[in-house]
């Protein structure tokens, strides 16, 4: 792959890679390091994919990068999602209930978020979901519905 491409990719698609990743491990500084060998791997390797697939190739990238890292044993007590660096990136145009709920989904089991993120943040149908996290589509639902009715019970708390 070009570095023009890569800098395309980059510039295009970063942010959405970024929120993933922070949604996946729970860290800012974690989540800049994933994204960063993502596009460094696409350098390296000499990639092609192809363009219409390239979201969910990059997103998928990054799911298994966040998987790799947190099965490291270097971090598994390490976390920063009180952090309020971070929530200013999330927060940019929501209202105080759209702050509770995703205050919430970030609380919520890795299994259960990350699904429930990439669904109603990301925009990626069950499907798509199911490609990227490895899973069959009858889980992914599984896994959204659980986590909305978890959510659902913490916020009428």
């Not at 729970?26 to 696409?42: C, P, R, T, W, Y």
Request: hydrophobic share 35%; proline share 1%.
């Amino acid at each position: 792959m070009k570095n023009e491409d890569v800098i395309r990719l980059f510039d295009e698609y970063s942010d959405d890679l970024y929120r993933f990743a922070v949604s996946f491990v729970g860290s800012k500084h974690d989540a800049e390091d994933i994204v960063q060998d993502v596009f460094s791997k696409l350098l390296e390797k000499h990639m092609f994919f192809d363009r219409r697939n390239e979201k969910a190739y990059l997103m998928t990238m990054t799911a298994n990068k966040c998987k790799d890292h947190l099965k490291s044993s270097e971090t598994r007590s390490c976390t920063d999602l009180e952090s309020e660096e971070w929530h200013l990136q999330y927060y940019d145009g929501f209202t105080e209930r759209n702050m509770a709920v995703f205050d919430e989904l970030m609380n919520l089991d890795r299994q259960l978020r990350i699904p429930i993120y990439l669904h109603y943040y990301a925009g990626y149908s069950y499907k798509e979901i199911s490609r990227i996290l490895k899973l069959t589509e009858s889980a992914v639902a599984m896994r959204i519905n659980r986590g909305k009715a978890k959510l659902r019970f913490r916020l009428e708390e």
